[in-house]
């Protein structure tokens, strides 16, 4: 009696009922043996399930059945935060989530379009100002395209220049807009023709299946789905190395330099230097350097832009390399958890 008196003092919140007589019946649905559980399950569905089965002998208790304002409370169960079992049902829960494309072929498109019309209005407005440029004329039109090129380009060979105020103001206008042009629409159409080589090369390797070999796992990394950074180096330095001997082939035979003097101007011209002492002169060099100029600058640029890629990728490794050769604390290993999904994955270069 003194134990009930005490009982009903500490639980003021019901009136104090005999023992329940479900707790047997608990107890042994939790002794019981129970069917086993498929691979995919977690700790988690381990836990609702034994929830659901004391909410269930609860609801079926003759107490229950007696008082049915009699309510009760649910039991906060939380995963701990190192259970790896959550990971698995996520997994099947959530499917995996294809790769973003970030480039599409309205890239391509509004490169083309937009350099037509960029070309076009300067040779337009070369044509009724070409009395207002000094230097060695050849054709109208294709002194106007070659004049456009090496400014869109920020080349300045300085062989074709505006002598009056207007054709001056017209080459800081279109000098300013070429240059974010260029930055923009032609990086992303390159961008886009790459990623488009790397998606087939992925393709096909996955496709071959059994058939990869050491020399395509060299080239390409399979387990990230990318180009290894050092192919695509030597991708861009080899598109280097081509423009510049096609220029030194076609500047000596075209316009008949000595091969040092055509290499020279050939290196001068990629890297966007343009001295000026040495310049294209003839009808047909000039459209040769209008279309060569345009390809050799922009891929000059993402060989460098693949290069500084390299040296960051190179870092980043060996900083992953000396963290995890570090020794961890739990309290670093949880904080690691950003996802809270129980596990610390790292992927290996």
């Known amino acids: 009696m003194e134990n009930d008196q005490l009982l009903s003092y500490l639980s003021p919140r019901k009136n104090l009922r005999p023992p329940p007589v479900f707790l047997p019946s608990i107890v042994e649905s939790l002794n019981s043996p129970k069917p086993p559980l498929p691979p995919s399950s977690s700790s988690d569905t381990v836990l609702n399930l034994q929830e659901s089965l004391l909410l269930q002998n609860q609801q079926n208790s003759p107490a229950t059945r007696s008082d049915p304002n009699l309510t009760w409370r649910k039991i906060n169960l939380h995963r701990c935060k190192t259970a790896p079992a959550m990971a698995v049902l996520m997994d099947a829960i959530n499917p995996s989530i294809p790769k973003p494309k970030f ?38 039109v294709v002194d106007a395209l070659y004049f456009c090129i090496v400014t869109m380009c920020t080349i300045g060979f300085g062989d074709i220049t505006p002598n009056s105020n207007a054709t001056k103001l017209f080459s800081i206008l279109f000098v300013l807009v070429g240059f974010g042009f260029i930055d923009i629409l032609l990086s992303g159409m390159v961008s886009y023709v790459l990623d488009l080589q790397e998606n087939y090369l992925l393709k096909t390797v996955q496709h071959d299946g059994d058939k990869r070999d050491l020399a395509t796992s060299y080239i390409i990394d399979v387990k990230k789905g990318r180009m290894r950074i050092r192919l695509k180096v030597g991708l861009a330095l080899g598109v280097v190395v081509l423009c510049i001997g096609i220029g030194v082939g076609v500047m000596h035979f075209v316009e008949h330099l000595e091969w040092l003097d055509s290499f020279y101007l050939s290196v001068m011209s990629v890297t ?55 020794d961890m604390t739990v309290s670093q290993f949880l904080a690691a958890d950003i996802d809270n999904n129980g596990y610390v994955r790292y992927a290996s270069p």
């Not at 003839?282 to 040296?311: C, D, H, N, Q």
Request: aromatic share 12%.
């Open 103 to 140: 480039g599409s072929e309205s890239i391509v498109r509004q490169a083309c379009i937009l350099l037509i019309l960029y070309l076009s209005l300067g040779v337009v407005i070369y044509w009724f100002n070409r009395h207002h440029f000094v230097g060695p004329k050849t054709n109208p």
């Open 272 to 326: 966007t230097v343009g001295y000026g002492d040495r310049a294209f002169k003839t009808m047909p060099g000039r459209l040769f350097a209008a279309i060569w100029l345009l390809v050799s600058t922009v891929a000059v640029a993402r060989a460098f832009l693949y290069l500084a890629e390299a040296r960051v990728d190179k870092r980043h490794r060996r900083m992953a390399k000396w963290v995890l050769g570090q």
